[in-house]
């Protein structure tokens, strides 16, 4: 059974950090390209940043320069390093194995919500 569980949320002021983490069970990490996504109310889900299994990130316009993924194979964990975090980053972020794709595996969410 494969389980991702997300941690780190919490409320920052604007200009600060947070770091985010993803713990996967069930599924190997090494072997899979994870996400991290983003969803407010009354708006899809957007893709936030992507580290696949060789280590190639992809980031959203715009957080490049402000967030960081990485991962840690030997721990089967993922971490999203937020900086300069902007009032626009709140959010429930969720852990992802598998893109969009309907049979994707995700997390169960986690909020993040930055004041001004």
């Known amino acids: 059974q494969v389980q991702l569980v997300e941690s780190g949320g919490g409320l920052v002021q604007a200009g600060g950090s947070l770091t985010l983490s993803c713990a996967g069970s069930g599924i190997r990490f090494s072997i899979n390209a994870i996400g991290w996504y983003r969803q407010v109310p009354g708006k899809q889900r957007e893709l936030v940043a992507t580290i696949s299994s060789g280590g190639t990130r992809i980031y959203v316009d715009s957080v490049k320069g402000r967030f960081t993924i990485s991962k840690d194979n030997a721990k089967n964990t993922v971490v999203l390093q937020m900086n300069s975090v902007k009032p626009e980053d709140t959010a429930v972020y969720y852990c992802?194995?598998?893109?969009?794709?309907?049979?994707?595996?995700w997390g169960q969410g986690t909020q993040v919500t930055v004041s001004s």
């Open positions: 992802n194995v598998g893109g969009m794709w309907p049979n994707a595996y």
